[in-house]
């Protein structure tokens, strides 16, 4: 009866750990009242296949095949915080997919005819050849207005010396900080 009792404890602990062991990332920080955030996470196959990949009948080419999952982020008080899943698509030994890059969407309370619908990437995922984003990102976001009537858009530059397309978060890593600022000013632009 003891073994059987240790057995089970031993299977219950197995599958509890198999849970807290889940990748996500906790992405937090400040946000301007006025702005409306989104992120999405998107993965890609990693096995040369054919049933793993899609044809780009124009380019002659295989690609990997990649899907997107949205996260709306809910605001209080100037603050955010969010915990976004790793494993929406489960890496399966058929196609070995996994997340690849985080992008972020923001746009603005008042922009009735802002045409801002991108994802804008934030950080890689899991590559190891770029350098890890331990430091804090912000990001300043400002109104343009497109010359010939062509509507208003949202501009975003990150601050600093950080680089999107430089750094990843790593396998393990379970935070980042965001910050995301609004600059009232109206710019005539592209």
Known sequence: M???I???L???LSIVSAWSDEPNITIS???DEKLKLKYSVGYRTTK???WC???IILAGIWVDETESFLYDVEKKDGKYSIKIPLNEKKNDSFCGWE?????FNINHDSFSDLKNTLYRGLVSVWDDSYKPAT???MIACSPKIRKYNRGKYLRCIMQGDIDELSTAILKGQTNLTVHFYFNEKDKQGE
């Open 29 to 31: 920080g400040e946000i």
């Open 6 to 8: 240790i057995v089970f």
């Open 48 to 50: 040369e296949s054919i």
């Open 2 to 4: 003891n073994r059987l």
């Open 135 to 137: 430091n804090t990102k």
């Open 99 to 103: 997340p690849y890059i985080i992008m």
């Open 53 to 55: 990949q899609d044809y």
């Open 10 to 12: 031993f299977l219950l």
